[in-house]
């Protein structure tokens, strides 16, 4: 439990870091006529998970940027900590620098820092994130890691309004490898993906948005007999509970 | 002591000579109560709105501003024709007012009517500071009324002028809670057909635009005078009088429908000028102008003015009556609207979408129109790099200049009565000889909405230069909406003239109003140096760039001007 402490006490100091230049720079922006840089702190996901083996998950992918309409940084973090084994079976912070390419597209580019339980990994990132039609949001990043294994992620979500508040969305987490890596439990080629659909309801304005949900993970190919040899399952369904988080 | 008295006698007496005023006002944190929230703001001596300044024309002013603010401060003075010294935009015409600081202004009262004050500074605006001025004028009004009210609107939001900006930015749609949903798409297809429906959805979605995207800041309660619907600002009156009531507009974001059911409503005055008058049921307020209209009322019973915004997220509601206390029924908030393809045509003309996302939905452009628009009139084949304008003036019945041929803005009477265009918008004594303009400036109002980015020929504030005008000439500036929004558009120290094909008979404006995919003209008598500041007054949309800075080279003050430009150079930073 000490890792998910010290995580959080890093979420809020790199908060607090964020929060204080913004202030100074709403100052400036007074002065003269227009507002110029801003920041943000969401969290897409913040849940529990119970999966049909009785697994248990706690999940959190948030992150917060600060900037301008030409370049922000954001820094993002994921990581999934498994209740049975008290530690993060996954765990990733990325620091990106992100400019628009065109009006719906943003390129990035920056570093990925894995360490979760076992081996850790530090990758290049080079991103493309926006609004595809049909209001599909995509992201999408291309990681070369310290070992020189290259893979790519792909992530689509769609929002569909039951209501203005009540809001179905369905998402797409794909991982694909280039190249294996043994230690890490990835096989070459298509490694998993991850399917799920939350209803959540906007419960304050949109800072806190409470959900319920399904998702399910599966691994394909060499990712599945390298999850296998090491005991684990290949396919999961998960019951979820959690809030999206904006403010 | 006996110096003193002498002084102030003088004083007085000198100010009696020379019909000088002076006015106090200090800017101040309020607390302000709609009736639905309580929150804290910004107000002038101690409660928002502000006073209602009361000049004369002909007066000098002096009005001693005190900031009791923790954090720089600025009063506009809108609408008024003043040195522009005295205009009160930070970093353009001084360097604002700092925490503690009492700044003077002094000038000269040069015209008559209705117009308004408020902070240009941060968005202070939007947090409450805001006040009326009313000048009477030098001779005779070519209208009779027994007495006059101001009614003051606003659309006062729980969250604070930063936040709202921060959040959307974070995300453009934030305060749009009138999306369309899936109940609404099957209500559509019972309706229109389910293939119909379906390829409408596409197509808006292939664009990644929407058509519920009219107000960009919902979830505000309106007020009238500084008082929620449920508070509801009454005005008395004694039947058979004739009551003038002088409309304002300072939303942050809001354009509101007024009527007043039961009442004909004569328009007589419009930014502050006088115009022929006309009779109307209804009237569509901008942000940031004002209309005097004149009622006359007979019965001794309550009437109520209803002040729906324009994308019905909201209402105002004020009484007038014979007796506190009366009231009169209030209104349903009629449906609210859609966008259709014809607001759509000026971002298909020149913006940056890529037309080849559109073919995906199984249309193509010419079949595109016949499913989808709900007014069949228009043909998309002829509409690329037309000028708007013309376009627009094919339109059918429910025609207006000013609107883009079936637009989904187009204004109705709710009592099918008449609706106020600016079309029926005439001069009533010309301020200005007619002459031809001496050259024209475009300027296209862009934008981004997904990024929520606002800027004019594609360039923010930050990085534009200013737009440079010689004194003397008259330059006619076209307006070509390119976005989806109606854009408030105004310019400070000289009137603008809204060309509505009268000529000298034009009316004379300080806030042009320009609809999505509509091409709008104005010309401007340049005849004030200086620098000076022209903006969209959205206050979200200004503060993102949609602002320019105007300068005027010559003129009498040529050298202060050029002096206190370089001076000036980066404002307060
Ligand atoms: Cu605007």
Redo the contacts with the bound molecule.
């Keep these: 439990m000490t890792r998910l402490t010290a995580s959080l006490s890093a979420f809020s100091l790199a908060m607090a870091t964020l929060v204080t230049p913004a202030m100074a720079q709403s100052d400036l922006a007074k002065k003269t006529q227009t507002a110029k840089s801003f920041w943000g702190v969401s969290a897409e996901k913040l849940e529990y998970r119970y999966s049909d083996a009785d697994e248990e998950l706690a999940v959190i992918e948030g992150g917060a940027f600060y900037g301008t309409d030409e370049l922000k940084f954001h820094w993002l973090f994921a990581g999934e900590w498994e209740e049975a084994h008290n530690a993060w079976e996954t765990l990733e912070n990325q620091f990106v620098a992100q400019t628009p390419v065109s009006d719906f597209w943003d390129a990035k580019a920056g570093v990925r820092i894995d360490t979760p339980e076992g081996a850790d990994r530090v990758y290049g990132v080079l991103g493309l994130t926006g609004l595809a039609p049909q209001w599909v949001e995509v992201d999408t990043n291309l990681y070369v890691s310290d070992e020189g294994d290259a893979s790519i992620d792909l992530e689509a979500e769609y929002e569909l309004l039951i209501t203005n508040y009540w809001i179905l969305s369905a998402s797409l987490e794909t991982l694909v490898a280039l190249s294996e890596d043994r230690e890490i439990g990835v096989g070459k080629g298509l490694n998993s993906t991850e399917v799920g659909l939350r209803l959540s309801y906007d419960l304050f304005e949109r800072t806190f948005s409470p959900y319920v949900g399904v998702v399910h993970e599966r691994k394909y190919s060499d990712t599945a007999d390298l999850a296998r040899d090491g005991g684990g399952s290949t396919e999961d369904w998960f019951a979820v509970i959690g809030a999206r988080v904006m403010f | 002591m006996m110096k003193q008295w002498i002084v102030a006698l003088a004083g007085g007496m000198l100010s009696l000579a020379a019909s000088a005023g002076e006015y106090n006002l200090t800017v101040d944190r309020v607390q302000i109560d709609t009736g639905d929230f309580v929150k804290e703001g910004i107000g002038y001596n101690g409660a928002s709105p502000g006073p209602v300044l009361r000049l004369k024309e002909g007066e000098d002013v002096t009005i001693n501003v005190t900031n009791n603010l923790d954090e720089m401060t600025s009063i506009h003075w809108h609408g008024l024709i003043l040195p522009y010294q005295q205009d009160g935009v930070p970093g353009i015409s001084y360097a604002g007012i700092k925490p503690g600081e009492t700044f003077t202004y002094q000038f000269p009262i040069v015209q008559a009517g209705t117009y308004w004050f408020h902070s240009h500074s941060g968005f202070q605006e939007p947090n409450g500071a805001y006040g009326a001025i009313v000048i009477e004028p030098k001779g005779r009004e070519p209208f009779r009324y027994d007495r006059d009210y101001v009614v003051q609107l606003t659309d006062k939001h729980p969250h604070s002028g930063d936040r709202i900006m921060r959040n959307l930015k974070m995300s453009a749609d934030y305060y749009n809670r009138q999306q369309q949903t899936v109940g609404d798409f099957f209500a559509e297809a019972d309706e229109k057909g389910f293939v119909a429906t379906l390829e409408d959805r596409l197509m808006w979605g292939d664009m990644r635009m929407m058509k519920a995207d009219i107000e960009d800041v919902q979830g505000f309660t309106a007020l009238i005078n500084g008082k929620g619907p449920e508070q509801n600002w009454t005005g008395l009156f004694e039947p058979g009088e004739r009551i003038r009531l002088r409309f304002i507009n300072s939303s942050a974001m809001t354009y509101f429908d007024i009527r007043i059911p039961g009442l004909e409503m004569t328009v007589v005055q419009a930014d502050g000028n006088n115009v022929q008058p006309v009779n109307v049921d209804e009237f569509r307020i901008g942000v940031a102008e004002t209309y005097d209209v004149i009622v006359r009322i007979k019965d001794e019973k309550a009437y109520t003015i209803f002040a729906e915004s324009m994308g019905r997220s909201g209402f105002g509601r004020a009484t007038l009556a014979p007796k506190p206390g009366m009231t009169a029924a209030v209104p349903e908030m009629r449906e609210a609207p859609l966008l259709t393809m014809a607001d759509m045509a000026g971002h298909m003309d020149h913006g940056g979408m890529d037309h080849g996302g559109m073919d995906h939905g199984g249309a193509d452009q010419s079949d595109m129109g016949k499913a989808i628009m709900d007014h069949g009139s228009m043909n998309h084949g002829d509409m690329a790099g037309m000028d708007h304008s013309a376009m627009s003036m094919s339109g059918g019945d429910a025609s207006d200049p000013f609107y883009a041929a079936g637009s989904g803005l187009m204004p109705k009477a709710a009592n099918g009565g008449k609706f106020l265009s600016y079309a029926d918008l005439k001069a009533q004594n010309p301020l200005y000889e007619h002459r031809e303009a001496t050259r024209e400036i475009e300027m296209r109002l862009t934008g981004n909405m997904e990024r929520y980015e606002?800027s004019i020929n594609g360039v923010k504030y930050e990085d534009a230069d200013p737009v440079v005008l010689q004194y003397g000439e008259r330059v006619r500036f076209k307006f070509v909406n390119e976005t989806m929004?109606t854009?408030p558009m105004h310019l400070h120290g000289m009137w603008s003239i809204l060309d509505v094909g009268e000529g000298k008979w034009n009316p004379v404006k300080h806030v042009i109003s320009v609809s999505p995919a509509t091409t709008v003209y104005m010309e401007t008598e340049v005849d004030a140096p200086g620098q000076w500041a022209f903006h969209?007054h959205?206050s979200y949309?200004a503060a993102s760039g949609?602002f320019r800075k105007i300068v005027v080279e010559g003129g009498p003050d040529s050298e202060v001007a050029e002096r206190t430009q370089k001076g000036q150079q980066g404002g307060e930073s």
Excluded: S
Aim: proline fraction near 0%; include cysteine; aromatic fraction near 14%.
């Design positions: 606002w929004m854009h969209c959205l949309h949609m």
